[in-house]
């Protein structure tokens, strides 16, 4: 009888490894900056963010992908069995930017980046998105386990009009950059409240075409110089709650090849 209970225990207990294996974790990878969790359930299979490689934790500017080796990128962290899993430590990040909406599986997730600012989400096209349902909080460590402390995180999103009256104690901000390809489509965002442009987006592709530069009018005559212009004033309110700007707008220049 004992051995048939034990054959019985060791069965179930393959079933369950095999069935956490099929639909649970299934391993890390690295590519680039980050690592990955690779997570299959049986109406699913995506990444989740868990870290940063050794590379990434000497970057003060990360971008996270939509897609890693053909799967989406769906969460940064996640819980196991109501665990909060996976951080990003680093003593240099500073700017987080998300290529599309990615669900925060919890707020400890970068407790250990004192740097870290901001996050730029560059979901742009659909103006009304789920980047809005962001939670803009994370715990900073300080190195003291005994004195977490709680901050905003602020997360920008794409401006619904060409000038804002941003309140800052709600759940996103407005970005105050945009970036177009042409008349109309819009290639990148940013937010910066120094007066100059602090990181400017890759240089854009266009088949035929080749990129000459970013410039401040659509008829492309004045071509964007940093270390002359200036961003759009950003005011503040007395209470330091609401800011007030006009968006910059950069037009991508091209030359028939």
């Not at 994370?138 to 941003?166: A, G, Q, T």
């Not at 120094?194 to 890759?202: A, C, L, T």
Request: proline letters at 3%; a negative charge; aromatic letters at 14%.
């Amino acid at each position: 009888m004992k051995k048939i209970l034990i054959i019985l225990m060791v069965s179930c207990s393959l079933l369950m490894l095999e069935g956490c294996l099929l639909y649970g974790e299934r391993g890390e990878i690295t590519v680039g900056d980050l690592v990955y969790k690779h997570i299959k359930t049986n109406s699913d299979e995506y990444y989740c963010v868990v870290g940063l490689s050794e590379e990434g934790k000497q970057k003060s500017v990360i971008t996270i992908p939509n897609i890693v080796n053909e799967l989406k990128v769906k969460k940064i962290g996640f819980l196991r069995s109501k665990t909060p899993v996976g951080c990003i430590s680093s003593n240099n990040l500073e700017i987080i930017y998300i290529e599309k909406y990615l669900e925060f599986a919890h707020t400890y997730f970068f407790k250990d980046c004192p740097k870290l600012k901001k996050i730029i989400c560059l979901e742009f096209e659909d103006k009304v998105n789920e980047c809005y349902d962001y939670n803009p909080q994370y715990i900073i460590n300080n190195h003291n386990k005994n004195n977490e402390e709680r901050k905003r995180l602020p997360v920008y999103v794409f401006p619904s009009k060409d000038y804002i009256e941003d309140e800052q104690n709600i759940l996103y901000s407005y970005a105050n950059i945009i970036y177009y390809i042409d008349i109309e489509t819009v290639y990148y965002i940013d937010f910066t409240d120094n007066g100059k442009i602090e990181n400017f987006p890759k240089n854009p592709i266009r088949e035929g075409y080749k990129f000459i530069g970013w410039y401040k009018e659509i008829e492309c005559v004045n071509k964007w110089n940093n270390e002359i212009d200036n961003l759009n004033e950003i005011t503040y309110s007395n209470d330091k709650k609401t800011l007030k700007f006009y968006i910059n707008k950069l037009y991508a220049k091209w030359e028939n090849i």
